[in-house]
């Protein structure tokens, strides 16, 4: 796989998991700030690295479950590991201003 055709690849994943819907918060984990590495490599294998908003939050298997179904929907893609990590913790800063607007969040000066 050229570099072009995973950096497509990439960001056909990217739109695929803005389909997963966080449930506590009803918007999706892309723009949540949930999703911190999306790589594919030759063969269609692809590692995504993702968090969630606190440990122990109780959608972590669905949103991973979420993720990996997601990722597995997009042609070219023949096997997804979805990593979670906490390294660098999740805070509302990683969010997309249009995910803030959502949730009716303003920075306060700042997270």
């Known amino acids: 796989m050229d570099l ?5 690849l990439d960001d056909e994943i990217a739109n695929a998991l803005r ?7 009803g918007y999706n ?6 999703i911190y590495e999306v790589v ?3 063969g269609g294998i692809v590692t995504i690295v993702m ?10 298997s669905y949103l991973k479950e979420g ?4 990722a597995w929907s997009v042609p070219g893609v023949e096997f997804v590991d ?14 997309t201003d249009a995910a803030k607007d959502h949730l009716g969040m303003t920075d306060g000066g700042g997270w």
């Open 4 to 8: 072009a055709a995973a950096s497509k």
């Open 51 to 60: 968090t969630t908003t606190t440990k122990g939050c109780p959608a972590t």
């Open 19 to 25: 389909l997963v819907i966080d449930p506590e918060l």
């Open 67 to 70: 993720a990996r179904d997601a």
């Open 40 to 42: 594919a490599e030759e």
């Open 29 to 34: 984990i892309v723009d949540l700030g949930l």
């Open 82 to 95: 979805v990593r979670l990590t906490y390294e660098t913790p999740w805070h509302p800063g990683m969010m």
